[in-house]
């Protein structure tokens, strides 16, 4: 059986707010957007005939690497009380190969997000067994899904 992560679809408060955040903290672009209306079967959320909004961005991969922002427009899905700023059970992390990671937190800071942590070097033995080198930064979305940003050191 071959199967393929292509995409990680998101539940979000402001799909526009959060299309910029990708935009300009990320670097991604919109593949897709559109309306979409839940069949009641697939989703394991709202119910059938739910109206949402949904922006997929991508990176720089064609296929793989992509985030789905889901909005529920009509009737508006309500949203937890706060944004979170901790990761537990059921939270994803994402991790990002950047070229900049000083330069995400910069566009992230200038967006309003909450840091987790400013730069810091850290190493980590690699599944090729070699210790690899890197700095980094944390940080959360405007929904409060948490991003480490990775920059490999020489």
Not at 18 to 24: K, L, N, P
Not at 100 to 115: N, P, Q, V
Not at 117 to 137: I, M, N, R
Request: proline share 6%.
């Amino acid at each position: 059986m071959k199967n393929i992560v292509r995409r990680t679809t998101l539940i979000v408060r402001d799909v526009e707010r959060s299309a910029r955040w990708y935009e300009h903290v990320i670097g991604m672009t919109r593949y897709y957007e559109g309306d979409v209306v839940l069949s009641g079967v697939g989703m394991a959320a709202g119910k059938q005939g739910d109206r949402t909004h949904l922006v997929i961005m991508q990176c720089e991969h064609p296929e793989i690497g992509m985030i789905g922002l889901l909005q529920w427009v009509d009737p508006p899905l309500p949203a937890p009380a706060g944004i979170p700023t901790s990761v537990t059970y059921g939270n994803p992390t994402f991790v990002l190969s950047s070229d900049d990671c000083r330069e995400a937190l910069r566009r992230a800071r200038e967006f309003g997000s909450h840091i987790h942590s400013e730069p810091h070097e850290w190493s980590v033995t690699g599944a090729d067994g070699q210790l690899k080198h890197f700095v980094s930064v944390s940080v959360f979305d405007p929904d409060g899904y948490f991003y480490e940003f990775n920059q490999a050191l020489a």
